[in-house]
């Protein structure tokens, strides 16, 4: 009997494929009979498409048709379906895969596992590359016209875009245009998108959202879930050895419904066999928390260890940093001097910060002087800087300087041998060229795995902690930018794998680890990235710089809470550096910073952006940072668990979670004033004791904690005070 499509199911999902050529058909939520391919979008392929690379060009590769085999039988895949009582497995075998309409010498071999009472499906490739071309962005698992329940308008994409980011509608929202605002600041043109994340046409007439890991993607997972009908299915890839891959979201708009959803891997190979690492395809109950979860489970079986002391004690109860990028600025312009930096401290004091970060300190200045990591003659000298740096220690403060980990201006005469030996290679030996800034001046992108800048890296670092008597460091741009590809020929730690720029940042921050002091170094860099956040003291994830309307910081955070991040916070008024529609945020963006547990990164650039030319704003800072920095003294950071265990949260409130060693912590802010009450789920026998902390009595004092048995779940109700900004703590009674 002929079968036009094959199934396979666990009892938990089910999936369906064409019996011929092997697309998904199905993606079943048993429980439910929903169906999430409910858009079989021709114009694209379901389960398998990437690219081949050569010196012509690119040629992108696909599944066969029914069209091609009807016109060539041998390119019939050979598909076998193994179904027991409670698993199930796919293994699809294609002799050739094919370009258009060309018939390549490219075999693939895909394999999908149903384990027994497991809603995840696990997915492999192998693929059999005769052709000579380069292997790169293979689409695996992916999936096309997706929607969860009835309709596709209310379901949420929630994706890793440095911490996070949420697109309603994705169907209709990617394929919006996009809405661009333009901001001068000195020499810069900045772009902004004062709305919600888009996607860029391609051939295929797809509008394509891709993230780069490391470099956009901070982790390697999506999940696309109806809060309407509290369900989900989440996309991951079991990236073990954390390598260069991407992630593809994309919609063909309204007119063709629907979510694209794909692991891009980036092999590098050229002839020979590939095999990709396990990828997940799962549904699941609730929102977007479920996914988190799973990876961090996941990655927790990497077994990955912090080497050596990356969080100085220091660090872990600062509540954040005072920038000064008004040293040398691009221009030239000169607005401090190494003899300033003891009162910018005392400055910084006066707020209630410790932590001063300096940039343009250099030769040349800022955005233009890299790398020429020494002290600049403009601003002083060397045993200047060193008795700046001494007399702040003594203040009790701490110093660390910015390098850009990245870049070289091309416009140095005495840099052109390093740049042809260190930079960044790409297939046609052209260089890997960045701009920022003034239209004159560019930068060459260094290779990470050339040893010789990796070790010029180090010994600048060395050289500023050691010398210099900075106890901090900030890296720019390490986890920010995108990974590259390199293919230069002298770069033999990674011959023959153009693909291993994320191995050679960790080979960096390993060999900065083996240097650090006893105390530790407080080391800061630009992005977010799982692979490299055990290195870090803190992540800087720029959420100024995400889309208005799309920011979610808390899908990191709650991913690795015990991870700190880093947010730069914006003056409402005088802000010359960051645009109205930034600066109109300014409290929602300090509130939200302060419930997340993140550590603020404030700017004080005299006339361009400083809390200090904007009195209320100021005022509203202090009393923030004051209270942040008692809730580190008594309680410690915690671990931050967002809105899992709250319920019956007010409109308009910020209220986020944390667990203590002996208890519950809420963070809370609203800058309406925060009013009512909020459910805290609590599963200890006894009642807890509580305390209580608000922006305007900074002390704790003692708060009810009435228990409430509520549908068998014990909870405690919380009466939040008449106050901005509070910190509720629930202990345990014998505590």
Known sequence: MYESRLHLTNGVVSLALDSLNGEMLEFVRESTGDNILKNHVRRTWSLLDGMLLSDHGSLRFHVPRYRDIKADASLKPVIEI???????????????????????????????????????????????????????????????????????????????????????????????????????????????????????????????????????????????????????????????????????????????????????????????????????LAFHEGDWHWAADDYRAWFSTLQRRAPGNHRPKWFETSPGLIAHYDFQYQGGGIVHTFRDIPELMREAQKMGFTHLL???????????????????????TEQELKDALAACRQMGGHVCFYINSRLCNTGFASEQERIRTSAVMRRDGSLYIEKYGADDISFASMCINDTAWRSFLYDTVHYLTHEIGADGMYLDQLAMANSCKCYHPGHTEHTGNPCAWNQGYEKLLNELQSDYAPEGMALIYEGCNDAFGLYSSGQLVS?????????????????????????????????????????????????????????????????????????????????????????????????????????????????????????????????????????????????????????????????????????????????????????????????
Not at 371 to 377: A, E
């Open 543 to 735: 959420e100024l710089h995400c889309p208005l309307h799309s920011r979610m910081p808390e899908v990191y955070k709650y991913t690795f809470p015990d991870q700190i991040l880093v947010d730069m916070m914006n003056p409402r008024r005088n802000s010359a550096m960051r645009p109205e529609h930034v600066a109109r945020h300014s409290t929602e963006l300090l509130y939200r910073a302060f419930t997340m547990g993140a550590y603020l990164w404030c700017y004080d650039l005299y006339m361009d952006n400083t809390f200090r030319r904007d009195p209320e704003q100021y005022a509203r800072l202090v009393r923030l940072v004051a209270l942040r920095r008692k809730w580190l003294t008594l309680y410690g950071q915690g671990r931050f668990t967002d809105t899992v265990g709250l319920d019956a949260v007010p409109d308009g409130m910020l209220v986020k979670r944390y667990l203590l060693d002996h208890g519950i912590l809420l963070a809370c802010a609203c800058e309406k004033r925060l009013h009512d009450s909020v459910l805290v789920q609590w599963d200890f026998p006894a009642p807890p004791k509580g305390e209580i902390m608000t922006s305007q009595s900074p002390e704790p004092s003692p708060m009810d904690c009435p228990v409430h048995e509520i549908n068998g779940q014990r909870w405690v109700c919380v009466q939040l005070p008449d106050d901005e900004l509070a910190v509720a703590v629930l202990k345990m009674s014998n505590e």
């Open 358 to 380: 300096l940039a343009g300190w250099h030769e040349d200045g800022f955005d233009y002087g890299f790398p020429h990591y020494r002290p600049n003659p403009l601003l002083g």
């Open 82 to 280: 193994t179904q027991e009582p409670q698993s199930a497995c796919a293994r699809l075998h294609y002799p050739a895969l094919m370009a258009g309409t060309e018939k390549l010498e490219l075999a693939a071999d895909i394999t999908i596992c149903l384990k027994p009472e497991d809603c995840r499906t696990y997915w492999t490739l192998s693929l059999d590359n005769r052709t000579g071309c380069e292997l790169d962005d293979i689409a695996f698992p992916c999936i096309d016209g997706a929607w969860l329940g009835e309709e596709w308008e209310d379901d949420v994409l929630v994706y890793p875009h440095f911490a996070g980011c949420r697109i309603t509608n994705p169907t209709a929202q990617l394929a919006s245009p996009p809405r661009m605002i333009h901001w001068k600041w000195q020499e810069y043109v900045y772009e902004y998108n004062v709305g919600q994340a888009t996607g860029i046409e391609d051939e295929r007439g797809a509008y394509v959202l891709r993230l780069n890991y490391s470099g956009q993607a901070s982790m390697l997972w999506m999940d696309l879930f109806d809060p309407q009908e509290s369900t989900g299915i989440y996309l991951t890839c079991r990236n073990t050895h954390l390598t260069m891959k991407a992630l593809r979201m994309e919609s063909f708009g309204n007119e063709d419904p629907g979510a694209g959803l794909a692991i891009l891997h980036r092999p590098g190979t050229h002839n020979g066999v590939w095999t990709s690492d396990e990828c997940v």
